[in-house]
């Protein structure tokens, strides 16, 4: 029902992360937001010389970053609800939600330094960065970054990604 596109880019073979963890993740987490119409979005996965560039030309900071999100919808509040028909693309009947860009060498370094598993911190990265596409932020310390926490949380949870 969602096309998630996902390449490699600037990668070596052996440090790829799991294009089929990624997609199972976004898939799982549009469907516990209770996404129920098509969604397509793409997802880059780079090294940090690549993420730095991107984050340098499209947010004018000149740093590595673990994870982006482009989305390509704005919504009054966290979550799908109240997308407005000319979202959709026209010809496919998609709404388009945006891009991800994560970094797999700034996923591993996290990952050895969070105690986590390769999976455990793509699946956490993927989770939070779709999110992000569906209108949620932690902007506000408080409420917004605890809310949105939870929400990635539960359906790491349900996904079977954490314990």
């Known amino acids: 029902m969602h096309r998630v596109y996902?390449?490699?880019?600037?990668?070596?073979?052996?440090?790829?992360?799991?294009?089929?963890?990624?997609?199972r993740c976004i898939r799982g987490g549009l469907?516990?937001?209770?996404?129920?119409?098509?969604?397509?979005?793409?997802?880059?996965?780079?090294?940090?010389?690549?993420?730095?560039?991107?984050n340098r030309r499209f947010r004018d900071v000149d740093e590595v970053t673990d994870v982006l999100s482009f989305p390509m919808?704005?919504?009054?509040?966290?979550?799908?609800?109240?997308?407005?028909?000319?979202?959709?693309?026209?010809?496919?009947?998609?709404l388009l939600l945006g891009d991800i860009v994560l970094s797999a060498d700034r996923v591993s370094r996290q990952a050895k330094e969070n105690g986590n598993t390769l999976d455990q911190e793509t699946a956490y990265l993927t989770v939070h960065s779709l999110l992000h596409l569906l209108g949620y932020d932690h902007i506000?310390?408080?409420?917004?970054?605890?809310?949105?926490?939870?929400?990635?949380?539960?359906?790491?949870?349900?996904?079977?990604?954490?314990?």
């Open 31 to 54: 469907l516990l937001e209770g996404v129920d119409f098509p969604c397509e979005l793409s997802v880059l996965i780079t090294d940090d010389v690549g993420i730095r560039d991107i």
């Open 73 to 94: 919808q704005e919504f009054d509040s966290p979550g799908w609800a109240g997308v407005a028909d000319e979202a959709f693309d026209t010809q496919s009947g998609f």
């Open 6 to 23: 996902a390449r490699h880019v600037r990668v070596l073979q052996g440090d790829r992360l799991s294009v089929a963890l990624i997609k």
């Open 140 to 163: 506000d310390e408080g409420t917004d970054k605890a809310f949105m926490r939870e929400r990635e949380e539960t359906i790491l949870r349900m996904l079977g990604a954490r314990n």
